[in-house]
């Protein structure tokens, strides 16, 4: 195959004259490409992205303005339109607008403590000793790669009322009588446990990604920093945070959508059947669809849910373009 | 975690060992002593519901159900790991939690990645569009999506199937899988492409020699989190597929509701559960916090 040079190519090969037959195909031009190629790059996950997300979610809000109860399902026929019958009812339920409140106040809560922890346990692990942060990273790593399920069926059973090893602790402290103690009872109580539960196990990725994150922070700046008399909390705040600011604010934004979804934890710690104090919009929804064979009721707060989350979300959404600006 | 106080002049001291990273100007000694205290109790209090489902998994059963519970089991028995491998299905169910795993963890690799690249490297019309897609979708709660999915797949003849699970696991994965890529990919200075483009490599040169192999901690610590990702669901299983089609998280959760409260083999079917995560996990753990781009442009 005989190479005619355009002169592009001479100008970006023009030091080597030997080159080999294989580098006839190179780019044009420095830092110019087809302008196909991203969309070639990007088209296999457009695909499945609107294959397997985009027509359900449309298919789930066509199914909010019908009627389909188990005998459509079963039956295949088309279930019968009913309007906004659906949402009137969603919304006008104070039920519903209680388990939304719950969802919002456990997703800030959570989030805050965790990011938090993760945080301030990744900038740990920069000052440790080599041995200690090894013993950081393996009791880390074991926590993060416990299955959700077998996590929260480990936390039901260290708060079981019998037998639990919780109530033995708790109950050895001086004057506390905490003998066959149901943690469940009182919501505050049961959302405590179910708060543990999510940040123990949500601060291995947190506190690991930042701490992946730190180590790209040049050393020489705070070196210099430090030598120029700023205080640890200075160069925290005026170095450090600033250049992990793009990280925190990813894996924030991961936190509120993981929390704001939570099913698994309060699930399984109510044994599959969530009293309605331990309701969250997730579980809500699942069981008014799963449990009471409501697919279209169901249907209708889960497109409620990508409502609010989209509202929740705006604002993080906009500082992600930020930052792909910046990049 | 302020241990040195302000103005207080560097500590000098002899040459630390080499620490990768580690800066070590201007820290006081029993700042580090405070630091390694609270680095063991964290770790201690992390391990402590994973050291007691060990403990509990080992106890015969009447030591499980003991009003005051022991701390190391007196008679240790592996009774409760029989019971949990003679379990119909259980081996099946591995196998099958195995399999779909690794396809979509594997699929949304080399999917994700080629659209992480588009996103980080290239400008082009339509790239926010694209940012606003692969964004957008992480907000849609996936189990609202269970019952039109069921549907489509029904229609496919992909329900009761591994494939059928594979790719919506696959699906599940992918937006999180091309964000995070997208960030460690934007980590590689364009410089490094630039000086590569320059001496003579073609695009697709700087792909496999630059971007894949600096990308290499990113590439494992996403497909780490997938895999738990995947490998931890049980609902969609549960609702698309029959037992002997589930993966044994569905298995663990049938297992639960069928004998109640028997924490000896539950605990010990949660820990059969939870190795293949544990052991994948810790083979590959020491290559995710790796900076391997720290210095690549000096150099």
Known sequence: MSVVESPATRRTGGSTPHRAPGHAHRPRRRGRQSAATPWLLAIPTLILLAGLLGYPLIRMIVLSFQNMRLRELLSGRTPPWVGFDNYTKVLGDSVFWTVVGRTVLFTVVCVIVSVLIGLGIALLMRRVARGVRLLMIVAMMFVWALPQLVAAQIFRWITDSDFGVLNYLIDKLPGVNYQNHSWFVNPWQGWSVITTLVVWAGIPFLAITLNAGLTQVPKELIEAATVDGATPWQVLRNITLPILKPLITIVTTLSVIWDFGLFTQNWALRDGHPEPQFQTLATYSYTQAFGQSRYSLGSAISVITVLLMLGVMAFYIRQMFKIGEVD | MVATTPGAPPVRRRRAPRDEGTVTVGRSRTGTVVANVIGVIFSVLMLFPVYWVLNTAFKPADEVLALTPTFWPKHPTFANFTSAFNAPLFLQDMLNGLIVTLLAVA?????????????????????????????????????????????????????????????????????????????????????????????????????????????????????????????????????????????????????????????????????ITSIPVVVFFLIIQRNIATGLTAGAVKG
């Open chain 2, 107 to 271: 699929g949304a690799l080399v999917v994700g990645f080629l659209a992480a690249l588009a996103i980080a490297r290239f400008n082009f019309y339509g790239r926010k569009a694209i940012i606003l897609v692969v964004l957008g979708v992480q907000l849609v709660p996936f189990l609202a999506l269970l019952i039109p999915l069921f549907l489509m797949l029904q229609t496919a003849s992909l329900t009761n199937s591994l494939i059928g699970v594979s790719i919506t696991y696959l699906v599940l994965i992918l937006p999180y899988t091309v964000w995070t890529l997208r960030g460690f990919i934007s980590g590689i200075p364009r410089e490094l492409d630039e000086a590569a483009l320059i001496d003579g490599c073609t695009r697709a040169q700087v792909f496999w020699r630059i971007i894949l192999p600096l990308t290499g901690p990113g590439l494992v610590a996403t497909s780490v989190y997938g895999f738990i990702q995947a490998w931890n669901e049980f609902i969609i299983i549960n609702t698309l597929n029959s037992p002997a089609k589930q993966n044994l998280m569905a298995w663990l959760l049938q297992n639960q509701t069928t004998r109640g409260t028997a924490w000896g083999p539950l605990m010990a079917g949660a820990i």
